[in-house]
């Protein structure tokens, strides 16, 4: 059965880092590029990273610098390691695999940053 399992979240103080993870279910991970949404109260879901099958990324111009996509093909995961958090990272954290025949979603992780 096809699935992503995110952990990592959490809460955090504004400065601190967090790394996420997702494992996915093998036929997806090997067929498909890995990213990572969030959605903000309020907000619409938005891109954060995304990485290739063969480890290309892009990110989103207000994550550049902070954030960083990475996979392990050994262990079906992806991560996101983000730095100096901010209050306005304060999110559900999504992983998606964007596959040819359709988008697969975790089932979200809070990242709440805060004092």
């Known amino acids: 059965q096809a699935r992503l399992v995110e952990s990592g979240g959490g809460l955090v103080q504004p400065g601190g880092s967090l790394r996420l993870s997702c494992a996915a279910s093998?036929?997806?991970?090997?067929?498909?590029?890995m990213a990572w949404y969030r959605q903000a109260p309020g907000k619409q879901r938005e891109l954060v990273a995304i990485?290739?099958?063969?480890?290309?990324?892009h990110y989103a111009d207000s994550q550049k610098g902070r954030f960083t996509i990475s996979r392990d093909n050994a262990k079906n995961s992806v991560y996101l390691q983000m730095t100096n958090l901010a209050p306005e990272d304060t999110a559900v954290y999504y992983c998606?695999?964007?596959?040819?025949?359709?988008?697969?979603w975790g089932q979200g992780t809070q990242v709440t940053v805060s004092l």
């Open positions: 093998d036929n997806i991970f090997r067929t498909c590029a």
């Open positions: 990485v290739s099958r063969a480890g290309s990324t």
């Open positions: 998606n695999a964007p596959c040819s025949w359709r988008d697969y």
